[in-house]
């Protein structure tokens, strides 16, 4: 997808945000880490399928799947719409989900959905999925930058797609009443500090980590951004940033104790 130059008549805004649409578009995401160390790691035209940053929200496919079965991975993209408001901080469009939804209702997430049969890719997923849950229309909007993927408690592949708004004030919502309940937008930094949050400790078989959850009210209205979302708002705010969020996302040695598990069950079934 081609970029267009970001429209504002505010021209330091304007610099401001082609400066960062420069910085995005030379992101590259990290390779696959389930490969041996030493070894070139192998990617497929999705990109890697693995982040470090994913496995604290969810990490075990059903125990009643078969082994192979459970490393089919079906993928989704979700959208990480950015404008900077009229104080020049960068925000973030997120949608509270229908209560009539099967899965995770009523919980605050970002627009996307399951990628279909005729997307081309996770650009096309997330665009396409935000044009039919909030009206969002994709020439509005300027893909940036990819990151890594994470996966959801069934093992479903997220891939983050992050955009910035070339014309903010164009964009009229339409949200579509089966799949949201409504929108609204904060501050993307609120995810590198420690104001406003908290974190609840879980276990993964055996291996403890921080489930970390970020209060925001507005108008009056209490939000909280938890699990799969917040992990991806954290890692999207580093790199927007460039530096790391002030408080601990998981314990010390979590990772590695992870990805020797992992690695033992995914390595002779899948390539990453």
């Known amino acids: 997808m081609e970029t267009c130059?970001?429209?504002?008549?505010?021209?330091?805004?304007?610099l401001r945000l082609a400066d960062l649409e420069r910085q995005l578009l030379l992101y590259k995401a990290p390779l696959c880490p389930l490969d041996s160390e030493g070894e070139e790691s192998e990617v497929d035209d999705r990109g890697?399928?693995?982040?470090?940053?994913?496995v604290a929200e969810s990490v075990v496919a059903p125990p009643s799947l078969s082994r192979s079965a459970r490393f089919r991975f079906k993928t989704a993209a979700v959208?990480?719409?950015l404008f900077e408001d009229s104080n020049g901080d960068?925000?973030?469009i997120l949608t509270m989900r229908s209560s009539n939804l099967n899965t995770s209702p009523g919980e605050v997430s970002l627009p996307g959905g399951k990628a279909e049969e005729g997307d081309k890719?996770?650009?096309?997923?997330?665009?396409?999925?935000a044009k039919e849950e909030i009206g969002l229309q994709p020439d509005l909007v300027s893909v940036v930058a990819v990151?890594?993927?994470?996966?959801?408690?069934?093992?479903?592949?997220?891939?983050?797609?992050?955009?910035?708004f070339k014309d903010k004030d164009a964009f009229k919502p339409v949200l579509n009443p089966a799949e949201v309940e409504e929108l609204f937008d904060?501050?993307?930094?609120?995810?590198l500090k420690d104001e406003n949050r908290r974190a609840e400790d879980r276990e993964w078989q055996g291996i403890k980590y921080l489930m970390h959850f970020f209060d925001y009210t507005k108008d009056d209205t209490k939000y909280s951004i938890w699990g799969l979302t917040a992990a991806i708002l954290i890692r999207a705010a580093?790199?927007?940033?460039?530096?790391?969020?002030?408080?601990?996302?998981?314990?010390?040695n979590y990772w590695n104790s992870i990805f020797q598990e992992i690695r033992k069950l995914v390595k002779p079934h899948i390539k990453c």
């Not at 130059?5 to 021209?11: A, L, M, V, Y």
């Not at 890697?48 to 994913?54: C, E, I, K, Q």
């Not at 940033?241 to 998981?250: H, L, M």
């Open 5 to 14: 130059p970001i429209r504002s008549t505010d021209p330091i805004k304007s």
């Open 48 to 54: 890697p399928v693995f982040s470090p940053m994913a």
């Open 79 to 81: 959208l990480i719409c």
């Open 90 to 92: 960068l925000r973030v």
């Open 121 to 129: 890719d996770e650009k096309e997923t997330a665009i396409r999925e």
């Open 147 to 164: 990151l890594e993927p994470f996966f959801t408690k069934r093992l479903l592949r997220v891939v983050p797609v992050v955009c910035i």
């Open 186 to 191: 904060v501050p993307l930094k609120m995810f």
């Open 238 to 252: 580093s790199v927007v940033y460039q530096r790391p969020p002030s408080f601990t996302e998981q314990h010390p």
